[in-house]
């Protein structure tokens, strides 16, 4: 049997990680962790049972102590129930399906702890991989990608020598808006942005992926993952979302992972790594596929993407400011109160205005998270 807890319980990546155990009798859900979904969180409680749960307000962990009242199971807010969670001595593993930086502590812990981690919170790499890798390593922690394009180069990696690796490369639908030009951007609508055309994702992720700004953070993400510098990674649009990543090796052999547009893979993958389970679900059919095809991203036209590049560049503190200007503007752009266009103009103005810190702390990364955030704020 094999314990696992799970931060963002309601979400798309948690309730299909829950999916995968229900399909898997020898998986043990023992904490859980959500947002403010009270009512779906109480219903994951009564068919999971774990013995410890979380959410973010006080008032709604009130609110579910009431619904549970006939079970034996301890609900505690904020961070102080992510911490719990993430330290329970009888997990195995903690998947960290949560969203933003407030991932970073929780993964901390968890990995002082010696839990493995299935990785699905980008932002604990992205602005801290400069302490959770290094961490990983002293404490023979395993970090297995969750984000199928990640997962996808850690699959073509297997029983490769990591030393041959040439290049990363990371492959893009290019989103809903894919061979627009700016001007044609210039007023595009919410409904429009959240019209994926290949993956079912949350809304956050699903405007990065318009914006290429999820590639953005892919790149940076992949950087601290697979220990390859920015030069050897390469970005590839792939509309068909088929292939969802390759490594390059040093003889000019290129390793390829394939498999229709489904999250559920790549999560299994990482539960049970190195071992491989049948799921069912649609396979990919070459012969109504037809072809497959590959561009070269247009940086000027989606900035964000660009933007990401010279963060990760840059780095220290650059991604921190990065990542939070766009939660922020995404967070704006979803409530309707800026453009689609204005998402990657706060960014730049963010990281244009930040005093880089070469080596932060979590302290100073979530600091640099606050200002930039009021930095925004100030400018609307």
Not at 44 to 68: G, H, N, W, Y
Not at 143 to 167: C, R, T, W, Y
Not at 207 to 226: H, Q
Not at 255 to 282: H, N, S, T
Request: aromatic share 4%; glycine share 6%; proline share 4%.
């Amino acid at each position: 049997m094999k314990k696992i807890a799970v931060l963002g319980s309601t979400g798309s990546i948690g309730t299909q990680t829950l999916e995968i155990v229900r399909d898997n009798p020898d998986l043990q859900v023992v904490g859980l962790a959500a947002g403010g979904n009270i009512d779906l969180l109480e219903k994951q409680v009564r068919e999971f049972r774990p013995r410890i749960v979380s959410l973010q307000r006080e008032a709604d962990c009130k609110a579910l102590r009431t619904k549970l009242a006939d079970m034996d199971v301890q609900v505690i807010p904020g961070m102080e129930g992510l911490l719990n969670i993430a330290e329970m001595e009888e997990s195995e593993m903690l998947v960290t399906a949560i969203v933003g930086m407030i991932g970073i502590r929780p993964t901390i812990a968890a990995i002082n702890k010696h839990k493995d981690i299935a990785l699905a919170n980008k932002e604990t790499l992205v602005t801290a991989g400069h302490i959770i890798m290094p961490l990983a390593a002293k404490m023979g922690v395993s970090i297995l990608p969750v984000d199928s394009e990640h997962s996808a180069i850690f699959q073509s990696m297997q029983g490769e020598n990591k030393d041959s690796v040439s290049k990363l490369l990371i492959t893009a639908s290019g989103g809903p808006f894919r061979g627009r030009t700016r001007q044609e951007l210039e007023h595009v609508q919410l409904e429009d942005a959240l019209k994926h055309p290949n993956w079912s994702m949350g809304h956050k992720i699903t405007i990065d992926s318009a914006t290429l700004v999820n590639k953005g953070l892919e790149v940076m993400e992949a950087r601290w993952l697979f220990n390859v510098d920015l030069d050897h990674i390469q970005v590839v649009v792939h509309p068909q979302s088929i292939i969802h990543s390759m490594v390059e090796y040093v003889d000019g052999g290129i390793m390829a992972q394939l498999g229709v547009p489904d999250m559920k893979l790549p999560i299994q993958y990482a539960l049970f790594y190195p071992d491989r389970r049948p799921m069912a679900g649609k396979r990919v059919d070459f012969y109504e596929l037809g072809n497959i095809t590959f561009e070269k991203p247009d940086m000027e036209t989606f900035a964000g993407l660009k933007l990401a590049m010279r963060a990760a560049a840059e780095g220290g503190s650059v991604p921190t400011v990065f990542n939070a200007a766009n939660e922020k503007a995404v967070s704006l752009f979803l409530d309707r109160k800026i453009r689609f266009l204005q998402i990657p103009e706060l960014i730049a103005m963010c990281m244009d205005a930040h005093k880089k810190i070469e080596n932060p702390s979590v302290d100073e990364i979530l600091r640099t998270e606050q200002e930039t955030y009021e930095r925004i704020n100030s400018k609307l």
